[in-house]
Nanobody, 121 residues
Framework: QVQLVESGGALVQPGGSLRLSCAAS????????MSWYRQAPGKERELVAS???????NYANSVKGRFTISRDNAANTMYLQMNSLKPEDAAVYYC???????????????WGQGTQVTVSP
């Protein structure tokens, strides 16, 4: 079994910055794509950013130039640096990882529990 634990969510003023973390633990052999999603009240969950094992990144247009996704493969951890935050960035942020376990060759998809980001004066 694998667990993803997020941290870093908080209340921040518009224009401020936050850094989210997501640490994976368990019987992990390898992690493929790591992604951050977010879901605001009344809206569907949307992809914010993703990073492949080789370092290739993708961002939603709404966060390009403001957010930076990164990963530490040795620590099985992913980060999301969020700068110039806007009220519309407020949401619950979820991490998602594709994980290959130490037993077998099947890849499984896991979600974190979510961390709240509030952007308000």
């Amino acid at each position: 079994q694998v667990q993803l634990v997020e941290s870093g969510g908080a209340l921040v003023q518009p224009g401020g910055s936050l850094r989210l973390s997501c640490a994976a633990s368990g019987s992990i052999f390898s992690i493929g794509v790591m992604s951050w999603y977010r879901q605001a009240p009344g809206k569907e969950r949307e992809l914010v950013a993703s990073i492949h094992s080789g370092g290739t990144t993708n961002y939603a247009n709404s966060v390009k130039g403001r957010f930076t996704i990164s990963r530490d493969n040795a620590a099985n951890t992913m980060y999301l640096q969020m700068n110039s935050l806007k009220p519309e960035d407020a949401a619950v942020y979820y991490c998602n990882m594709n994980v290959r376990m130490t037993t077998g060759t099947t890849w499984y998809n896991y979600w974190g529990q979510g961390t709240q980001v509030t952007v308000s004066p």
